[in-house]
Nanobody, 116 residues
């Protein structure tokens, strides 16, 4: 299974970015896709997740600003990030948890920098 992210970049505070991730390979129908982020010296933290059924979960720090969505037919997950803050600066990783197989897959990450 491969996960490929796109959409990172450098933006100013208050701007928006949209991250996308596409999963390919042998994926079972029971899975959750998610976005995590990590800054140096910190653990990777969950930003948002979405099940195949559409149930979403968000970190408190992004609620009301970020929206996660997925397209099951194409195994894609998107993260619309609005009102970005400097604290959102991190490397963002796409994740797929194949629940049936008990396996986690990760993308290589895409960097988001929010700065003047």
């Amino acid at each position: 299974v491969q996960l490929v992210e796109s959409g990172g970049g450098l933006v100013q505070p208050g701007w928006s970015l949209r991250l996308s991730c596409t999963a390919s390979g042998s994926i079972t129908g029971i899975n959750t896709m998610a976005w995590y982020r990590q800054v140096p010296r910190n653990q990777r933290e969950l930003v948002a997740s979405v099940t195949r059924g559409g149930t979403t979960t968000y970190a408190d720090s992004v609620k009301g600003r970020f929206t996660v969505s997925r397209t099951n037919a194409r195994n894609t997950i998107d993260l619309q990030m609005n009102s970005l803050e400097p604290e959102d600066t991190a490397v963002y990783y796409c994740n797929l948890e194949d629940i049936l197989r008990g396996t986690n897959y990760w993308g290589k990450g895409t960097r988001v920098t929010v700065s003047l």
